[in-house]
């Protein structure tokens, strides 16, 4: 049962520099988000998916890209990391009952 | 814009109930959610309530919905040390039933 996977778990990155969090779910959802968690802020979605091949913006999108190109799998890149991204990340994977959230990346840009 | 609010801190003693409220301000929300968090941990759905019921029970959670006043709350009976955690209300947005609007989240905690 592994529902959301999110790799890495943590992520240090120098202002800057480039990655992606990756993210997997074998639950067969059409629809996939990421969200960032900010202290008392809860979570803002950043970007979201309803399908292979289609993907759109959500609250927070600057500085963020995605991609979908299959149900499984939903990486979002950080193109030139700044100290404003510090967030701890989470991708969740949804249906009408609800949605199912990873663990969470925790990102630290220096 | 659409907005879910919550109050930021309960701490309750053990074996009382506890109840954390939240209001929103989109009514056309099917469904409406609450998800708990453990330190470290990602967020794990505890119980959702459709729009057309006032009240949901499910063991020790009874969720209560006001929609003429969009106020929704979660009330743990006989809370255990292990119930404390973050919990977020969250309201889905107007253009779609997936995209979840949240709160700011309670912190609850439990005194021994």
């Known amino acids: 049962n592994a529902g959301v996977t999110q790799t890495p778990k943590f992520q240090v990155l120098k202002t800057g520099q480039s990655m992606t969090l990756q993210c997997a779910q074998d639950m067969n959802h059409e629809y996939m988000s990421w969200y960032r968690q900010d202290p008392g802020m809860g979570l803002r979605l950043i970007h979201y998916s309803v399908g292979a091949g289609i993907t759109d913006q959500g609250e927070v999108p600057n500085g963020y890209n995605v991609s979908r190109s299959t149900t499984e799998d939903f990486p979002l890149r950080l193109l030139s990391a700044a100290p404003s991204q510090t967030s701890v990340y989470f991708c969740a994977s949804s249906y009408t009952g609800g949605a199912f959230f990873g663990q969470g990346t925790r990102l630290t840009v220096v | 814009g659409e907005d879910v609010e919550q109050s930021l801190f309960l701490s309750v003693r053990e074996g009382d109930s506890s109840v954390i409220n939240c209001t929103y301000t989109d009514s056309s929300s099917t469904y409406l959610y609450w998800y708990k968090q453990e330190p470290g941990a990602g967020l794990q759905l505890l119980t959702y309530?459709?729009?057309?019921?006032d009240m949901k029970q499910d063991q020790r959670l009874t969720v209560l919905l006001n929609k003429k006043d969009k106020h929704l709350s979660l009330r743990i009976a006989d809370t255990q040390t292990g119930d404390s955690a973050i919990y977020f209300c969250a309201d889905p947005m107007m253009d779609s039933s997936y995209k979840l609007i949240f709160g700011s989240g309670t912190r609850l905690l439990v005194r021994p």
């Open positions: 309530i459709f729009s057309n019921m």
